[in-house]
Antibody, heavy 118, light 106 residues
Framework: EVHLLESGGGLVQPGGSLRLSCAAS????????MSWVRQVPGKGLEWVSA????????YYADSVKARFTISRDNSNNTLYVQMNSLRADDTAVYYC???????????WGQGILVTVSS | DIQMTQSPSTLSASVGDRVTITCRAS??????LAWYQQKPGKAPKLLIY???SLESGVPSRFSGSGSGTEFTLTISSLQPDDFATYYC????????FGQGTKVEIK
């Protein structure tokens, strides 16, 4: 059974940093691209960043470019996002998800809350 | 960037109603369009991919259609479990979600 579990969220001050992790199990992790998607409580979904299965290609939404860095450790089946220069509008629930080639996001984690506030 | 616009933002309906949600794209693309259902406090669930393909395990009352710039999600007979928020997503070039349509009880 596919399982994705995010961790690392919490409260951080504006300008601070946080690293989220997503532990994957139940599938061959290295063969799937992965993404981070966020959702401000009560609002819609926003795609944040994606990484290829090998980790050599990354993509970012304009809203996080140059501040967030996505990465993965295929030996430990874990996806990461390093979030720097955090702002209040980065406050959201962050989901990790997987997407097979030319298919949308078929499995999602349960989400982790990141709150940016002083 | 491809922008996705859903309508309506909120839809009030009764059990048994036929419901249609529309998603319009800012530029034309083939069929790389998905629909998700999300309930409060839960992760989104994939319903439809490639505009009209039903994800495994999803009830057949859900269907999708469209291409180019206009796509629709139809629920043929609304069930109590279907009251939720629905999102379209293009995955033709990067990934973009619509703003969501909340289906609420009339």
């Amino acid at each position: 059974e596919v399982h994705l579990l995010e961790s690392g969220g919490g409260l951080v001050q504006p300008g601070g940093s946080l690293r989220l992790s997503c532990a994957a199990s139940g599938f061959t992790f290295s063969t799937y691209a992965m993404s981070w998607v966020r959702q401000v409580p009560g609002k819609g979904l926003e795609w944040v960043s994606a990484i290829s299965g090998s980790g050599d290609t990354t993509y970012y939404a304009d809203s996080v470019k140059a501040r967030f860095t996505i990465s993965r450790d295929n030996s430990n089946n874990t996806l990461y996002v390093q979030m720097n220069s955090l702002r209040a509008d980065d406050t959201a629930v962050y989901y990790c998800s997987r997407h097979p080639p030319r298919l949308p996001f078929d499995y999602w984690g349960q989400g982790i809350l990141v709150t940016v506030s002083s | 960037d491809i922008q996705m616009t859903q309508s309506p933002s909120t839809l009030s309906a009764s059990v048994g109603d036929r419901v249609t949600i529309t998603c319009r794209a800012s530029q034309s693309f083939s069929s790389w369009l998905a629909w998700y259902q999300q309930k409060p406090g839960k992760a989104p669930k994939l319903l439809i991919y490639k505009a009209s393909s039903l994800e495994s395990g999803v009830p057949s009352r859900f269907s999708g259609s469209g291409s180019g710039t206009e796509f629709t999600l139809t629920i043929s007979s609304l069930q109590p479990d279907d009251f939720a928020t629905y999102y379209c997503q293009q995955y033709n070039r990067l990934w973009t979600f619509g703003q969501g349509t909340k289906v609420e009880i009339k």
